[in-house]
T-cell receptor, first 115, second 111 residues
Framework: GAVVSQHPSWVICKSGTSVKIECRSL??????MFWYRQFPKQSLMLMATSNEGSKATYEQGVEKDKFLINHASLTLSTLTVTSAHPEDSSFYIC???????????FGPGTRLTVT | EDQVTQSPEALRLQEGESSSLNCSYT??????LFWYRQDPGKGPEFLFTLYSAGEEKEKERLKATLTKKESFLHITAPKPEDSATYLCAVQEDNYGQNFVFGPGTRLSVLP
């Protein structure tokens, strides 16, 4: 397996503010990290793929200027939700993939509530 | 378009009552099929990877099998702590690194 941490585990912010979520791979260097969001009683939806040292690849319909992803090192990726609105309230989960393997290991998730 | 479906949507079992969960997929070429367990308010926990038809993997009370069109997660003599949502995901050849997740099966095991 692999240990992945996320910080914070939950956050409440006011509409119009920005929030940064950190994802750390604790067991190995992750050249690729993924960001998902999950609405209540729904499955995971991929938002973007984050590659260390290069720009993230966003899925169709995900606003790259709103969801800023920075994969600054082989163990850290950050997701910044800019100018958050109540509809951005969701469960955000990151995952990491070991080089040469296909399975992804997920973090514990971050619950974002925008008021 | 890739599609991953899971059935049933929800399943209630008595402790010790064995059953199976289904994951059906339509992809042009399967690179891998993955099973995860997710508890409420937590990230998914990796269970198994299956790569080719006929492959089987086991872990405690869980056994995953794969055919060309579907995968089954067999749960033998489940316990209440097996209650969770079980997700399957597929990765297609020539589709980069991305997973496509199914909607999940919510399993409740009653004591």
């Amino acid at each position: 397996g692999a240990v992945v941490s996320q910080h914070p585990s939950w956050v409440i912010c006011k509409s119009g503010t920005s929030v940064k979520i950190e994802c750390r791979s604790l067991d190995f260097q992750a050249t690729t990290m993924f960001w998902y969001r999950q609405f209540p009683k729904q499955s995971l939806m991929l938002m973007a793929t984050s590659n260390e040292g290069s720009k993230a690849t966003y899925e169709q319909g995900v606003e790259k200027d709103k969801f800023l992803i920075n994969h600054a090192s082989l163990t850290l990726s950050t997701l910044t939700v800019t100018s958050a609105h109540p509809e951005d309230s969701s469960f955000y989960i990151c995952s990491v993939r070991r080089l040469g393997r296909y399975e992804q290991y997920f973090g514990p998730g971050t619950r974002l509530t925008v008021t | 378009e890739d599609q991953v479906t899971q059935s049933p949507e929800a399943l209630r079992l008595q402790e010790g009552e064995s059953s199976s969960l289904n994951c059906s997929y339509t992809v042009s070429g399967l690179r891998g099929l993955f099973w995860y367990r997710q508890d409420p308010g937590k990230g998914p926990e990796f269970l198994f990877t299956l790569y080719s038809a006929g492959e089987e993997k086991e872990k405690e009370r869980l056994k995953a099998t794969l055919t060309k069109k579907e995968s089954f997660l067999h749960i033998t003599a489940p316990k209440p702590e097996d209650s969770a949502t079980y997700l399957c995901a597929v990765q297609e050849d020539n589709y980069g690194q991305n997973f496509v997740f199914g909607p999940g099966t919510r399993l409740s095991v009653l004591p």
